[in-house]
């Protein structure tokens, strides 16, 4: 049997990963003297609560290898092979500290650590694709082969309300470079090579730059993987949630029109009036 595991940052909802059974391994966020595993003892409610009162940003950091450790042991222990699927490299070491735990398990040939090159619901959409094969009886080297093609095709945007957390965490350097200029600015942030950078820069109010952020995307989206498309945020009024999953209900493209709510490492480095829209190109 192959067991999936992935990080917290993928933000599929707790009843997807339930029903697939999921294995979660959380991160870490720290706000001030309080450090808690995301989305066990820290929620993403409470994160902008703390940062408004003590005008900061959280801090984030990746799981040790000792959590890894004690998740993998109970998969050895059931003679289970592991899939695991975490967050860009280049946003953290949550990778790197599951292939230490495959070590120190020695575990290794049982086991495959697969980069997603990506975050949020780009990361939920390759472990959707993983459920699929693992359904369908694939091994772990056959699931790793197809998702390293199917990566490269994953499509994460999203507009950023406020750059003040982006800047303040400093995970995309090109954010610095609109901070400078006005606040009135919405960038919109692309994961490439599971980087970020600044694509387009939008101005008004966040219900206009959203809808004009999916509907640039119109091309790509009418020719994107049919099965699912996620709409992603950190919190936005309900309006604008239902006038993107509208939009995109009029391209009569998609099968699946998913809305997740962003979890606490997505929330803590962009900030609440995220909103993006993932999904996968043909």
């Not at 599971?194 to 966040?206: A, C, E, T």
Request: proline residues 3%; charged residues 30%; negative net charge.
């Amino acid at each position: 049997m192959v067991r999936i595991y992935a990080d917290s940052t993928n933000d599929l909802s707790p009843e997807y990963i339930r029903e697939n059974d999921i294995r979660i391994i959380p991160l870490y966020i720290t706000m001030g003297d309080r450090t808690g595993k995301d989305g066990v003892d820290i929620s993403y409610d409470e994160i902008f609560d703390w940062a408004d009162a003590n005008k900061a940003v959280p801090t984030t950091a990746a799981f040790p290898p000792a959590d890894a450790v004690t998740a993998f042991s109970e998969a050895k222990e059931a003679g289970d092979d592991i899939v695991f699927i975490g967050i860009s490299e280049d946003f953290s070491s949550a990778c790197q500290a599951a292939r230490l735990a495959a070590q120190e398990t020695d575990y290794e040939d049982h086991t495959e650590i697969i980069d997603s090159r990506n975050l949020s619901t780009g990361i939920g959409l390759i472990i959707k694709e993983a459920v699929k094969l693992r359904d369908k009886g694939a091994d772990i080297r056959e699931i790793k082969a197809e998702l390293n093609t199917i990566i490269p095709k994953v499509r994460a945007s999203f507009v950023i309300d406020t750059l003040v957390y982006l800047h303040r965490g400093g995970r995309c350097s090109s954010v610095a470079k609109v901070f400078a200029g006005t606040l009135n600015i919405k960038p919109k942030i692309v994961v490439e090579d599971g980087k970020m950078h600044v694509d387009k820069k939008y101005r008004g109010n966040l219900h206009s730059v959203i809808m004009k952020y999916v509907k640039d995307m119109e091309a790509d989206l009418r020719t994107a993987k049919k099965d699912t498309v996620f709409i992603t945020h950190s919190g936005v009024e309900r309006a604008i949630a239902d006038d993107v999953r509208a939009y995109l209900e009029s391209l009569g493209h998609f099968d699946n029109i998913v809305e997740t709510r962003a979890g606490g490492i997505v929330s803590c480095h962009c900030g609440p009036g995220t909103l993006g829209v993932l999904f996968i190109s043909e």
